[in-house]
């Protein structure tokens, strides 16, 4: 019999259960921290709030039963990975439901918190790595950053990911002792002088590596809005398919938002929003003058 206790917020308990004995090692405890901001393993918990309930099964299916999964799946002793898929969609509703979003956007701390925005595959952890390595800025979190509004327009960091993650060949120079490889995939865990405090965020910038490119400029208010609004949802990560063939839909909750464009539209009367394009080292200078 295997049990796991995730708490998010401070306040929210999922429960990984199952019939079989799951591997749980330092590897699988590092891919729950690399895709679930603002979380930690605690021992058990009075309260669960959310069941994820694995059988060991030939027949692979899920069943939603609001509050609890079930899912048939043959595992052969070891977490699947689209449990830590499922669990972020799961814990990304719990953060919207409370008015707080989790940001597909690392944010790194130059002279203040700059969120880095973009697409997988833009470049926001190696940007990130660089500015951690060669020009002594700390990372606040490595992937997803869960951010607060505040009345006035202000923007707060307030958790993230403290692990790195990304394709082993893009991130093979920044050596870790403790790194693991998964799926041509490496995650490494940030030491704690590395990690950058929760804070107000000063600057938001959409970035993208092109070695061929090199652009600079200030996002005008409206393109702003209508480029930042998905990624401040996490449109992208929202559902996860389960079993190849079954879907747990990440739908947000009613008006939030309704929420968001109210809130973007004060904080965004504040915050520059810049996009850079360019090599690693171009985008890199950029963000320091920011």
């Known amino acids: 019999m295997f049990k796991l206790y995730i708490l998010v917020h401070g306040k929210f308990v999922v429960c990984l259960k199952s019939k079989s004995n799951l591997n749980f090692g330092y590897k699988e405890k590092l891919l729950f921290q690399a895709y679930i901001p603002g979380m930690r393993i605690i021992k058990t918990s009075d309260k ?15 069943i939603n039963k609001r509050k609890h999964i079930i899912i048939y799946d043959k595992w052969q002793g070891k977490i699947s990975m689209d449990i830590y898929h499922l669990i972020y969609s799961i814990v990304r509703i719990h953060y919207l439901n409370r008015k707080l ?9 130059s002279d203040g918190l700059i969120l880095l925005v973009g697409h997988s595959g833009s470049g926001k952890t190696n940007i990130a790595l660089q500015l951690l390595d060669k020009n002594k800025k700390k990372i606040f979190s490595g992937d997803k950053t869960i951010i607060s509004f505040a009345s006035n327009g202000n923007i707060k960091a307030i958790a993230g990911i403290n692990v790195v993650t990304g394709l082993t060949k893009d991130i093979k120079h920044f050596n870790n002792k403790n790194k693991i490889y998964y799926h041509g995939r490496s995650a490494f865990l940030l030491n704690e002088d590395k990690i950058a405090s929760p804070g107000r965020i000063k600057a938001i910038v959409l970035i993208k590596i092109n070695d061929g490119k090199k652009e600079f400029h200030k996002i005008n208010f409206t393109k702003a809005l209508h480029t930042l609004y998905p990624f401040f949802l996490d449109i992208v990560n929202a559902d996860t398919i389960i079993c190849e063939k079954d ?44």
């Open 48 to 62: 669960v709030d959310f069941v994820i309930n694995h059988i060991e099964s030939d027949k692979r299916k899920m």
């Open 101 to 109: 979003f989790p940001i597909h956007a690392a944010c790194i701390n």
């Open 247 to 290: 879907i747990f839909m990440g739908t947000p909750p009613k008006d939030i938002q309704k929420y968001l464009i109210q809130m973007l539209n004060k904080a965004l009367n504040k915050i520059p929003v810049y996009s850079i394009t360019g090599s690693r080292l171009y985008i890199v200078n950029k963000i320091k003058n920011i």
